[in-house]
């Protein structure tokens, strides 16, 4: 029974151990400077959860710029976080 | 009693797996991770708590699954911490927030609010399987005790 158990539980802590480091990012655009598309204009959109959130949607909510062009970033749709200066002046 | 067993080691397991893989995505990318949460519809004074309670309650929980004298504990751990889960998910589901946010967790993040839920369903159920098995299992063995103390 030891030897089962042993061999469940080495299996189970490989796998997940593996499959998180399999599964990470190795580049993350949203590292980078995040614009968001509004009247014709990409503008900074500032930091996510205290400036901005993206609302779950098939839509492109931000874009990080690579010197030539934007690229679309994270998926959803953008939206402004009412009372921001309150809250970045706080932070 | 033996296919029990094996079948209470298999729903360890499975819940090591899961709360294994899901604490260490979090911190191989603590940085998104961090803003993930910034992203939900939560206090963002809660952030610097919840970063660091939600990944090391999972590896607590691990711990707890691993050992023999804990593992019950660590069943019911893993019920309550899952069972929040589910719930802060049908939360939003039910559109209780303001918006719906991006999901977030390593590949976990791939599916939608109404996977989440079913995901979330299908570990709650192994939790409450995990604490009935070992409960039974608990019982008969104070129980086989007894049968011998009274023999002698």
Redesign the interface.
Known sequence: MNKIKCLIMTLAILLSIGGAFATRPHFDCRTDVQYYFAGGAYNPAGKIGVNYTCQSSTSVCTYTYNGVSYIACQQGSWLQIPGVTEKTDKK | M?KR??LI??I???L???F??AS??KF??F??FT???????LP?SW?PFLVWFIPCSEIAICLAL?IERTRLLGFYASLVLMGLFTIYTCIILFHFFS?????CG??IKRL??KQHLVFNLFFVALAICGITLQRRKFYDSLFITNQKNSLV
Not at chain 2, 35 to 41: D, I, K, T, V
Request: aromatic share 10%.
């Open positions: 033996f067993q094996v080691e298999c360890a397991a499975l090591i797996m899961l294994l893989y260490l995505s191989l990318d940085e998104t803003g993930e949460m910034n992203n939900q519809p963002n952030t691993m918006y719906v946010p991006c999901s390593g590949v939608t609010w």
